[in-house]
């Protein structure tokens, strides 16, 4: 059972990394001020294979609606995918994913809507930043420096996530150590150094909390590493970058509620000063956050 004791054992072993500040920048026309205020990014579908039925959207005509929709709700960006990360949903090309993604994403950029591209593939990166995406959500780990060059020349952000396998659609089992907020430090570590070597100011840390590995199916497995990964986020401060955040599901213990886990694992997330959240749940999220930051 999550306590408060347990809480302030985390606070208090790395009291030292909680008010370290971190990066703040632009993306587009928008400054943030991520050491006083937190982010949403939400989510729009375009694979009929995503399990949040509720973000999925088949048409240009209702993922742009959905993009607005959620923009008016408090998302500050909104991330498009193509392909579902689900380890058995089928595979779209890059000529696919380009096609699915370029109309929308033209349409949101047109109503001044700052937008994310979900991608590990090279071609639809480059398309897509040179089409006016505003962020690379990068979902894999190969060759990352020719991404890093490619969102520096279009001016862009990138959310670097970490990912056990080549992409996330490659991902298998997850490896644990003693300590694995620290074991993802040497990754995030190299990777801004090639971020850095490329021009690329403009950068997230994401620990990869949505992405499917075999070993993670059992449910109470699963939530107990991303309750540890979140409360866990200050410690990661120290590489100076935002955080960010995919808010998972708990299909186990929220049964037919689902729809309220990302609120809800928002709240640990936040305890664990993140400052990007990614949700498909934007209008819950932004009230949870709010009430937050009465406190």
Known sequence: MLSLKHLAEIHNANEALASLPVREFSIGDRAFAFNTETAIMGVVNLSPDSWYRESVCLTVESAVRRGLTLNAQGADIIDLGAESSLLDAERVDEAGQTGKLLPVLRE????????????????????????????????????????????AANDAAVVICHVQGENVREARDFTFGDDTVAAMRDYFSRQLELADQAGLQRVFIDPGMGFYYRNLEDGRTRVRHQIDVFLNTFRRKDLGVPICHALPHAFETFGEEVRSAEPFFAVLAALGQTHLFRTHEVAKTKAVLDTLALA
């Open 108 to 151: 949101l950029r047109a109503n001044k809507v700052q937008v994310s591209i979900e991608t590990y593939l090279p071609s639809v990166t480059r398309t897509c930043l040179e089409a006016g995406a505003n962020v690379l959500n990068l979902t894999g780990r190969a060759k990352n420096d020719e991404f890093y060059r490619m969102a």
